[in-house]
């Protein structure tokens, strides 16, 4: 399908790529006259569409310019607007994908129009249509919705353009000349449609003035940003405090403004370098070993590694087959042994001094972790049928919740000894080994370059694997559980603070279960007496005895009782008398009394004298009060009891925490030692996979800067009916798909460029977080630290004007809005292609053949091909021969380079079909096997000789053992 664009219109720094002068082009509107710059005016309301519009984008009025354009569009309504039939039918037969017809075909459509009719519409109609389909293009082309629109006015205009230009031309022609009108409607349908200039300047985030109070004002300018820093500098002076503490970041909505694309044409230059050779370098270490001394030194590795699983399951059976738990330990040991194999370099050294023979026996090591793949799946292969053996044994018989925690230690020593029996001493020599390497620059052609500066490019890779690490530890070491037991209070509680009341409150507190009860505070002790008939005579009757309890004393007497009197006697009255001490109850004329007493204790024992009665009965309650020495026994008792409690809690308490913090630790240090294997491995990540993941965080920040959404839906279902399992969104897919293919299209990936710039553009209070001198890949340390990358991509080719498209619109795919899905339209890739152009060099098949090729020969026959003949010139095309000297030839899986490119004698003289020969020299004899006929590529072409350059290693060689490092390309094996 053609591709609509007018790359002269697109605003940049730089001219956009010349387009060709026969391509035809359609102006949907004529450019306004030009002024000196853009002039703040009120816009307008009169005029047409594009005068309104045009009047807003010099006043800067967005909001106004966006209400004029979706106004007339819902004039229009979502199909467009109303056209006459014949547009509609020009419209529906003329289109790109469609016209594969011949001139009789339309002159068989034209002659379906009543030719009258026809001729008024051509004359009237024809052009309103076009202005109607140009104005609703526009609209939508301001508000950027131009590609995503289902009425498609582009290519309305062109079948419109088309169906002038044909009536026109068999008018003309009515005899038919050939395939005229099919190559004028094929011209008229590829048309490229140009909207005015300005229409590419709606740039809401270019603005610079701001509106203050209803009047209109500059930005500020850098003099006055200065300024204002300088008062606020001014005003913090002699505070002293520093600032460098980051604040917690919180959430910020991301500007919608993206920063401008720079672009150019240049060449796509591509340095390859390969390893040379290996040479000693600078002097690293010298070993003396003196006249009859022997010396030796002891090596020791000492390693070990900690595995730890947990698996959840249900015993079906007793009988439990534990060597399918070692099988699959087996394999974890395995995968783990693969996975860390260490790699060491000895060195021997044998000579002769002082015409002495010796021989030293060194060791001079370097141990890296073996971290590839292969070695996994080897493992993974070996111990493939063994687990799933053991797998299904499992399934069947077993499922206990079991821990098991392997523990590997590793110890290898090595004794290195120099024995010198001579009479000077022996002096070895150990040298660095420097990786030499050759380079060579080579050139695809001028391409479209894009290029964004990328601020801090490894933050948010830094923060993925941060967090990446964090769920890594806790898939390894599962969370402490339980919270720490709180800490004991201590004892503010004293004996005396302790009543009846609040005892049980505190005995409870402390989990004292055999406290004393509190003694009461008051107890009463009751005696009775009966006593007989006394006469005249006053005399004692007995005593009545009455007990007060342990711990308390007396202190009320309650006395009650009845008496029956005799008549007087002579000389005496008639009383009972109840005496104790000098207290007196009970006289004469009453049956109870009520005293207070002293603080009596113990056995009371209570005189009862009378006179002149018949009898008495008598009842006496002491009430007693409890000593204050009782209760604070009382009291000191309960506390003993709960002090004690308190200290045995206590410790318990701070045994407990004393676990925890142990557990704790333990935890803590095995999150560590996760976190610490974790990042040696990152460290110890060849360089080859950071290469990858540096290309793909620019890549990724790149699209980002272009204004691409990564917070839009996914195409998945995290739960989809009826199971709840994660499945594609059908839908999804389908609107999403090519949105995101297009990024993958529009550059070529594989060739971007970037460079890192230092630490110290990051923010002064990072830096000492950015600054890691001790990086093992250099590069590595320079992504991690730089405060910005510069990074260039070029455009891939026939993508040119979708780029200009959206670097002008931020709209994908070009004004159509459709991605490429038709063979015939450049930009379109197979799936091969896109596989080969993932794994391979970006060959070039190029047409012809190479005939009877044999090994040995320093040059192949080239038939079928008229590419290297001038036809103008009937001579060799001598700038087609230039193009392809020095590039590479890709033939039967070997890569040589074109030295010489000569016709052939005896070949086919120049036909137009593809049938000359011609006689290509490579830089070396053919390798590959004899054949009468290979298919072959060109790739790249050298544009510079090939240089070399050093690189140091970590590698120590001793030097007066073999003299002959390796060179590359290493002889083929033999055997």
């Known amino acids: 399908m053609p591709r609509l664009m007018t790359m002269a219109v697109v605003r940049n720094p730089k001219p956009a790529p010349p387009r060709p002068p026969d391509k ?175 229409t590419f300047e709606i740039d809401v985030c270019g603005e610079v003035h701001l509106v203050d109070g209803g009047k209109a004002r500059l930005a500020s300018t850098p003099l006055e940003d200065k300024l204002q820093s300088l008062d606020r500098s001014r005003a913090d002076a002699g505070k002293g405090d520093c600032y460098c503490q980051p604040a917690e970041p919180v959430c910020t909505p991301q500007s919608v403004c993206c920063p401008e694309l720079k672009y ?43 595995v730890y699983s947990e698996t959840e399951s249900t015993v079906r059976s007793l009988d439990k087959r534990d060597h399918q738990v070692t099988d699959s330990g087996s394999l974890s040991r395995e995968i783990e042994r693969q996975n860390e194999t260490k790699l060491a370099a000895d060195a021997s050294v044998e000579g002769v001094y002082d015409a002495k023979a010796y021989k030293v026996t060194a060791s001079a090591s370097l141990s890296y972790d073996k971290n590839a793949s292969q070695t996994i799946k080897e493992a993974q292969e070996q111990a493939r049928e063994t687990i799933t053996s053991a797998v299904a044994e499992l399934e069947k018989t077993v499922r206990a919740l079991r821990s098991e925690r392997v523990t590997t230690e590793e110890t290898e020593t090595n004794i290195h000894a120099w024995q010198n029996d001579g009479d000077e001493p022996k002096v070895t020599k150990y040298f660095w080994v420097t990786q030499e390497k050759r380079a060579q620059l080579y050139s695809h052609g001028k391409r479209l370059m894009a290029e964004l500066i990328i601020p801090s490019p490894a933050r948010l890779y830094e923060r993925l694997m941060i967090d990446r690490l964090e769920a890594e530890v806790r898939r390894r070491v599962p969370p402490l559980e339980g919270v720490s037991p709180p800490t004991s209070a201590p004892l503010t509680l004293t004996a005396a603070e302790l009543t009846p009341e609040n005892y049980a409150q505190h005995v409870a507190a402390e989990g004292v279960n055999n406290a004393p009860l509190p003694p009461d505070a008051i107890k009463y002790a009751v005696a009775t007496g009966s006593y007989g008939e006394v006469k005249n005579e006053q005399k004692s009757v ?143 990540r060849h360089p080859f996979f950071n290469r990858a993941i540096e290309r793909t965080e620019l890549k990724r920040a790149f699209i980002y800067l272009l204004c691409e959404d990564y917070s839009a839906e996914s195409a998945w279902i995290a739960k989809a009916e009826p199971c709840g399992l994660p499945e594609i969104d059908r839908h999804a897919t389908a609107e999403r798909g090519y949105g995101w293919y297009f990024w993958d299209r529009l550059f070529d990936w594989k060739y971007m460029a970037y460079g890192f710039f230092d630490y110290f553009w990051n923010p002064i209070c990072e830096w000492a977080e950015r600054f890691d001198p001790d990086h093992a890949d250099p590069l590595f340390k320079a992504f991690l630290g730089a405060g910005y990358a510069r990074v260039l991509v070029p455009v891939s080719a026939s993508m040119e004007e979708d780029f200009l498209w959206y670097a002008a619109t931020r709209q994908k795919w070009g004004q159509s809005g459709a991605p490429p899905l038709d063979a015939e339209d450049p930009r379109w890739r197979n799936v091969l292609y896109e596989l080969k152009y993932a794994s391979e060099s970006a060959m070039t098949p190029r047409e012809g053949y190479a005939a009877n090729v044999a090994p040995g020969d320093l040059s192949i026959l080239i038939k079928d091909t008229d590419r290297y003949w001038d ?81 140091p290693t970590e590698l120590i060689w001793a030097g007066a053992h073999d003299r002959c490092l390796p060179s590359y390309p290493l002889p083929a094996c033999v055997g």
């Open 542 to 684: 007995g005593q009545l005895q009455i007990t007060v309890p342990d711990g308390y004393h007396a202190v009320q007497m309650d006395l009650s009782g009845d008496a029956t009197f005799r008549q007087y006697g002579t000389g005496q009255g008639r009383w009972v008398r109840f005496t104790l001490g000098s207290v007196v109850w009970f006289g004469g004329g009453g049956h109870s009394l009520t005293a207070g007493l002293a603080s009596l204790t113990g056995q009371l024992a209570i005189e009862v004298t009378a006179a002149n009665i018949k009898g008495c009965q008598a009842s006496l309650t002491i009430k007693c009060a409890l000593d204050q020495a009782t209760l604070a026994a009382w009291q000191q008792a309960v506390f003993d009891l709960v002090s004690t409690a308190h200290t045995a809690k206590a410790a318990a308490s701070e045994a407990a925490i004393a676990d925890f913090l142990e557990a704790q630790a333990e935890h803590k240090a095995a999150e560590d030692k996760v976190r610490a294997e974790l990042r040696e491995k990152a460290g110890a």
């Open 264 to 306: 150019y044409l240049a060449d796509l230059l591509e340095l390859r370098d390969w390893t040379h050779r290996y040479r000693a370098g600078d002097l690293a270490y010298i070993e003396v070993v003196g006249a009859g001394e022997n010396r030796s030194r002891e090596h020791v590795m000492k390693r070990v590694s900690e």
């Open 24 to 198: 035809p082009i359609i102006r949907t509107h004529p450019e306004p006259p030009a002024t000196t710059g853009r002039e703040r005016s009120t816009p307008t309301t009169a005029g047409t569409l594009s005068e309104r519009l045009h009047g807003a984008w010099k006043a800067s009025e967005w909001a106004a310019l966006a209400a004029i354009a979706r106004a007339h569009l819902e004039t229009s309504g979502p199909t467009g607007p109303e056209i006459h039939p014949y547009s509609e039918a020009a419209i529906a037969y003329l289109q790109p994908e469609l016209v594969a017809a011949t001139d009789a075909d339309l002159r068989v459509f034209l002659s379906g129009f009543d030719q009258k009719a026809l001729k008024t519409y051509l004359t009237e109609t024809l052009l309103q249509d076009r202005e109607r389909l140009a104005d609703h293009a526009l609209a939508l082309h301001c508000v950027g919705s131009l590609g995503a629109d289902a009425s498609n006015p582009i290519a309305g205009l062109r079948g419109l353009h088309a169906f002038a230009l044909l009536t026109t031309a068999a008018s003309e022609d009515r005899r038919g000349d050939g395939h005229r009108l099919v190559r004028i409607v094929d011209r008229a349908v590829k048309a490229e449609v140009a909207f005015p200039r300005w």
């Open 871 to 951: 036809i103008l010139a009937a001579q060799t095309d001598l700038a087609a021969v230039e193009a392809d000297l020095d590039r590479e030839l890709f033939i039967d899986g070997a890569i040589y380079f074109v030295a010489d490119i000569q016709p052939e004698s005896g070949s086919p003289p120049f036909s137009g079909a593809d049938t000359m020969w011609w006689r290509i020299t490579l830089d070396r004899p053919y390798e590959g096997p004899a054949s009468p006929r290979r298919l072959y590529s060109l790739g790249a072409q050298a544009v510079a000789p090939a240089f070399s350059f050093d690189m």
